[in-house]
């Protein structure tokens, strides 16, 4: 008899799951450089962010990489009724810690809060990164964002002369869990070697000292979306963490002030785009998760003999025997993966035929992969 059908049992099924990483380049000439002016951010009516592209985003192979929008507590010094769109930047704190931090006890919004120290990060600017780019989540340990903290700001790129880098250095065993929104690191300042020459940019840094360097924000993991507080502009004597000799800095030309107290008077969407004149460049990994199902189809001695295939038989007779007295035989090109129903799921396909008789077993690995 041709066996068509065969059901699985308990041991014939294993489920694995696999975490694959890409490294992602974000270079500072996309968003702060020649490509800027050439279409790459989108600015939209409203005025509530930026979007960034890696190419003219009008252009069909153009993939979105990052937005870019800042905003501030109600309870902090910056918020005031005759700033500039005071209540959205309010209301654009409050959304993105409804999401990232949650509630208190009292309903409340709670606010952005260092988990190192406890410090509470009133003003902020927020950079989501888009899908696709960060996948199921970026990769604890690989990030890091690099901006100009030279005083002034100028287009000949003296901006980036002095450059700091925000790092999760110990995200990879270092991450908290107490995020509605899933794990978190933290962001660390670290001076870039341009500025390391000069000393280092951070206040109270000692280079190449790790337990020195200043914490400036949070990295959602699963949620690919950077908080950095407002304090990485100013220096230590407004409250910032920039050494004091550098100034604060400034984020283009047409700001009545300099460092994060720009955003005072100053649209959400002409902040962003001083924010983005800082960019020079952003890295880190992402993580795709791959669940698999491993089938193992195990045809015994007995099984699969015949082939229920038409021309298989020729007068009643089988066309791969030579001798009537020889065992059955048949070749094996295909497996597919059925229903409790008899319905046709899956089809797994083999690069050669594979001779199956009553003197051998065959046992073939299927995984489907999602």
Do not use: W
């Not at 702060?32 to 005025?47: F, R």
């Not at 990232?100 to 600017?125: A, E, H, R, W």
């Not at 899908?131 to 000949?156: H, P």
């Not at 994060?260 to 004149?277: H, M, P, Q, V």
């Amino acid at each position: 008899m041709a066996t068509t059908f065969k059901n699985f049992l308990s041991n014939d099924l294993a489920n694995t799951r696999t975490l694959l990483h890409e490294a992602i380049p974000i270079t500072g000439s996309i968003v702060s450089g020649t490509y800027a002016s050439d279409g790459n951010i989108k600015t939209y009516g409203h005025g509530m962010f930026k979007s960034v592209y890696d190419y003219p985003y009008l252009s069909s192979s153009a993939n979105h990489i990052f937005d870019i929008t800042a905003g501030y507590a109600n309870a902090s010094a910056l918020s005031g009724a005759s700033n500039t769109q005071n209540a959205k930047k309010i209301n654009l704190y409050n959304q993105m810690a409804q999401y990232l931090v949650g509630y208190d006890d009292t309903g409340s919004i709670k606010q952005f809060t260092m988990p190192t120290d406890g410090t509470v990060m009133n003003d902020c600017f927020f950079v989501p990164f888009a899908r696709l780019l960060s996948k199921d989540e970026i990769k604890k340990g690989s990030v890091t964002l690099e901006f100009g903290l030279s005083a002034s700001y100028a287009t000949d790129g003296t901006a980036f002369d002095k450059r700091g880098q925000l790092i999760d250095y110990s995200g990879s065993d270092g991450y908290y869990v107490d995020s509605p929104a899933g794990e978190y690191g933290v962001l660390y300042g670290t001076s870039s070697t341009s500025a390391s020459a000069h000393g280092g940019v951070f206040n109270g840094e000692t280079l190449g000292d790790a337990t020195t360097m200043p914490a400036v924000g949070l990295i959602y993991y699963q949620a690919g979306i950077a908080v950095i507080s407002g304090s990485l502009f100013n220096s230590s004597g407004s409250g910032g963490v920039l050494k004091t000799g550098l100034g604060t800095s400034e984020l283009g030309s047409g700001f009545g002030a300099t460092g994060f107290n720009a955003i005072t008077g100053s649209t959400l969407d002409t902040f962003s785009a001083g924010i983005l004149n800082r960019v020079y460049n952003v890295s880190f990994n992402n993580t795709t998760e791959l669940n698999s199902t491993i089938y193992f189809c195990r045809a015994s001695h007995s099984d699969f003999n015949y082939s229920s295939n038409p021309t298989y038989l020729n007068a009643s007779k089988i066309r791969v025997k030579t001798r009537s007295e020889d065992a059955p035989v048949s070749y094996i090109t295909t497996v597919g993966l059925y229903s409790a129903d008899n319905e046709l799921l899956a089809v797994a396909k083999l690069s050669e035929p594979l001779r199956k008789d009553p003197t051998n077993e065959i046992t073939l690995r299927v995984r489907l992969d999602y």
